[in-house]
Every structure is written in C-alpha cells, then in structure tokens.
C-alpha cells in the first residue's frame, strides 16, 4: 500500500500562492506513472471535498468548480510527487488537504469520488487569513 506525505501547508496571507507536495513512497517512479492521484480538502466543520485529480502519466486533469483556475495540479513520476499550485488564496480556502492515489492503476473513471481512491495522506493545513 502507498504511502503518501504532504507538505507545504501553512499561514498565508488572501491573494498568496503556495504549492503543495505530495510524494508517495512504496512506488517506483515507473509505478507511479500507471496511477491517477487526486487531492482533497476539508475545511472546519464540513465534510471532505473534492478539489483535483490527475491521470497516471499526468497528461489529462480535472478539477472541482470552484478551484477551477485557481488551482493546478501536475505529478512528477521521476521524483515520485504530485503538487497542488494555488494562486489567489481566499479565506475560504482554509481547510486540511489532503492526497490520494487511486485504489487501482490505469482507470481515471470515478476521479471526484473519495471511494476511487485507496491511499490517503495525513493532510497538510492552509489556514488563509490576514
């Protein structure tokens, strides 16, 4: 089973950027091209949302409404990472994020639901405030 760690969460300021990582260990590089990964976020008091998605080779993404724009996401299999770039931080941004990969390799189908993924890191927090 994969594991996955998050970073780069902290306390930033509306209107900043910040870039979340996301690596996976157990996969080699190799490995990691066959699965799609997604990120999640949830912010105080409601439930977990989706936010983007990537393909295994990370050549097709997809993104919730509300981030759309905002946020990219992209995976470098040969360091075995994913990121989330943010840009125009918004209070409403705040929440825990969080990565996955998916439960099995090749499929992309099913990408905004939590139950296509079966690894989850321990989530990273981005609290935007002034």
């Known amino acids: 089973q994969a594991q996955l760690e998050e970073s780069g969460g902290g306390l930033v300021q509306p209107g900043d950027s910040l870039r979340l990582s996301c690596v996976a260990s157990?996969?080699?590089?190799?490995?990691?091209?066959?699965?799609?990964m997604g990120w999640f976020r949830q912010a105080p008091g409601k439930e977990r949302e989706f936010v983007a998605a990537i393909n295994g080779n990370g050549d097709r993404t997809y993104y919730a409404a509300s981030v759309k724009g905002r946020f990219t996401i992209s995976k470098d299999n040969y360091k075995n990472t994913m990121y989330l770039q943010i840009i125009s931080l918004k209070p409403k941004d705040t929440a825990v994020y969080y990565c996955?990969?998916?439960?099995?390799?090749?499929?992309?189908?099913?990408?905004?639901?939590?139950?296509?993924?079966?690894?989850w890191g321990q989530g990273t927090l981005v609290t935007v405030s002034s």
């Open positions: 157990v996969y080699s590089g190799r490995a990691l091209s066959m699965y799609s």
């Open positions: 996955c990969i998916f439960r099995a390799p090749v499929l992309f189908r099913g990408r905004a639901n939590e139950h296509a993924y079966g690894s």
